[in-house]
């Protein structure tokens, strides 16, 4: 977040502007994207902000990539992975390295 600040005040726009832009790109990065089976993926949860607040994160191991977040550290957030992929897709994981 400090660096989200930093930002800011070189080109003279408020926070909420700079996370527009980034939700915006996100955006962008998304819809561009193609749908295509990842053998080997990580999982992994993250903590955010105060007040044990978690993310789930699933990457593609082979090429560094985040592929998916959900909010939580729970067996839900990671089904809902699951259910964002094609069976031909989920068949395509061979190896999961997880840390949670």
Not at 9 to 15: A, F, Q
Not at 57 to 73: L, M, P, Q, S, Y
Not at 80 to 93: C, D, H, K, V, W
Request: aromatic residues 6%; charged residues 25%; proline residues 1%.
């Amino acid at each position: 977040m400090v660096q989200v600040k930093g930002a800011c005040t070189l080109v003279g726009i408020t926070w909420d502007q700079a996370w527009h832009v980034l939700e915006r790109a996100v955006a962008r990065g998304l819809a561009r994207k193609q749908a295509t089976a990842i053998a080997r993926i990580g999982v992994d949860e993250k903590a955010f902000r105060k007040g044990h607040r978690y993310l789930t994160i699933v990457n593609d191991v082979d090429h560094g990539t985040v592929e998916f977040v959900a909010e939580g550290c729970e067996k839900k957030s990671l089904a809902a992975f699951n259910e964002s992929r094609t069976p031909e897709q989920l068949a395509g994981i061979e190896a999961v390295a997880m840390d949670m």
